[in-house]
């Protein structure tokens, strides 16, 4: 995280949060928790045709994990189901413009976890 840009990222993502919160009526949700730090997230999915419409999140934890979640729900908006369950850590570090050390990819990466869960059922 050398990268002042990168940190830039993080921070306002982390301080002001894009779809922060829950949908009313999901079509699918789901919670997990990290088992290496404890951070969590909640997600919350709308569904239409085979893609995501809509998605929101709760949770609580460190800056990477909040921040990354706050960053993806943008990214998931219009993907097919698919798609998302073939993506990798590889697409995170692109979306958070920066490596992420071995330590906190679990937390950058927490958000596709819950909704690859979300999506499984």
Known sequence: MEDPLYK????????NPRNRGHLE???????VKSPTCGDELRVTIGLEDDR????????????IS???????????????????????EDWVTQLLGGPVSRSRRSCASL?????KQALRG
């Open 66 to 88: 909040q921040a990354s979640a706050s960053i993806a729900s943008d990214a998931y908006i219009g993907l097919t189901l698919r798609a998302i369950l073939e993506l990798h």
């Open 52 to 63: 995501i419409t809509a998605i929101c999140f709760e949770g609580q934890g460190c800056a």
């Open 8 to 15: 830039d990222l993080i921070i306002e993502h982390f301080r």
């Open 111 to 115: 958000h596709l976890m819950a909704v």
């Open 25 to 31: 009526c999901p079509d699918c949700s789901a919670h």
